[in-house]
């Protein structure tokens, strides 16, 4: 159970570090491409429906900084980070790749990471892009939990199907991949339940 959430900073440049408050504590980061509903499933996964803490994007590809965020939960606190989402093809070319280099300085660093929660679209399932992400996760050896976001856009036939093929193309187990709406909450549960073992064993 969330108790409440503060911004904690962020870090919007090569060579900056976590904010002091985070340091030592566990962690885990929320990664995926522009428009997957990252900002959505962050102020859900928060019980944050009225005042979102993470800004649901009118322009995509804006949010260009790694943001912490303090969370109380019943278990302990951890922090929660938001990376800038990627793959936004209007992005010029230059900005993409200074945010590749403090996204990688940040993960290489992986100091107080425990995981990451990487989002996939159930309906367009992995991406080029996505995967690129999943295999650079691997190499890290970072653990990763995958949320299949915008689920309610699919029938429930449709859901299974791109399901399965989402697992296969991303090679992973189904226990690893939890199906999530941030219109009617399918998976938040499931999600706060796994990241509170990942956080707290
Ligand atoms: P971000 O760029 O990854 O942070 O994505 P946002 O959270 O800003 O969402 C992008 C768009 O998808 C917005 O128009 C959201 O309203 C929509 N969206 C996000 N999550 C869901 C969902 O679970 N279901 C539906 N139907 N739409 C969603």
Do not use: H
């Amino acid at each position: 159970r969330i108790k409440s959430v503060e911004f904690a900073g962020a870090i919007g440049q090569l060579g900056q570090q976590a904010p002091e408050s985070a340091r030592g504590m566990p962690q885990v980061a929320f990664s995926g491409r522009s428009n997957v509903g990252k900002s959505s499933l962050i102020n859900r996964l928060l019980g944050r429906t009225r005042t979102a803490i993470a800004r649901v994007s009118q322009s995509p590809g804006k949010t260009q900084e790694i943001n912490f965020y303090r969370v109380r939960a019943d278990l302990g606190d951890f922090f929660l980070v938001d990376l800038p989402g990627y793959g936004y093809a209007k992005a010029p070319l230059a900005l993409q790749k200074k945010w590749e280099s403090v996204i990688a300085e940040f993960l290489t660093a992986k100091t107080d990471l425990v995981g990451m929660v990487q989002l996939i679209d159930l309906r367009t399932g992995p991406t080029a892009d996505d995967l690129r992400s999943v295999d650079y996760l691997a190499q890290l050896e970072i653990p990763v939990l995958f949320a299949f976001t915008k689920s309610d856009k699919l029938s429930l036939m449709k859901r299974q199907e791109q399901f399965r093929s989402a697992v296969q193309k991303l090679g992973i187990d189904p226990d690893q991949a939890i199906p999530f709406s941030a219109l009617n909450g399918e998976g938040t549960q499931q999600l706060l339940d796994t990241l509170g073992e990942l956080l707290f064993p």
